[in-house]
């Protein structure tokens, strides 16, 4: 899991510096990931993803995003 920030968008700085440093709890600066199975990523992501964030209402993102699909869901009409 690795996140890209734009060079020309200054305003995800903040959000991308904020994500590195909860990485970092379970990656020190510098480590050596080639070792690491994708197995113990996956759960680095999903401790990640289920961890509440202010900015989507102390909701986790994968509660954020399960929204999203739903409202989405909702919104779209399938011709059948």
Same mark, same amino acid.
């Given at each position: 899991?690795?996140?890209?920030?734009?060079?020309?968008?200054?305003?995800?700085?903040?959000?991308?510096?904020? &994500?590195?440093?909860?990485?970092?709890?379970?990656?020190? #600066?510098?480590? !050596?990931?080639?070792?690491?199975?994708? &197995?113990?990523?996956? !759960?680095?992501?999903?401790?990640?993803?289920? *961890?509440? *964030? #202010? &900015?989507?209402?102390?909701? @986790? @993102?994968?509660?954020?995003?399960?929204?999203?699909?739903?409202?989405? *869901?909702?919104?779209? &009409?399938? !011709?059948?």
């Amino acid at each position: 899991m690795f996140f890209v920030r734009h060079p020309h968008a200054p305003w995800q700085r903040g959000s991308n510096e904020n &994500t590195n440093g909860l990485l970092r709890e379970y990656m020190p #600066k510098g480590s !050596d990931l080639s070792g690491a199975s994708q &197995t113990w990523l996956n !759960d680095v992501a999903v401790l990640r993803n289920n *961890r509440p *964030r #202010k &900015t989507p209402g102390w909701r @986790t @993102t994968a509660e954020a995003m399960a929204d999203e699909i739903q409202a989405f *869901r909702l919104s779209v &009409t399938l !011709d059948l």
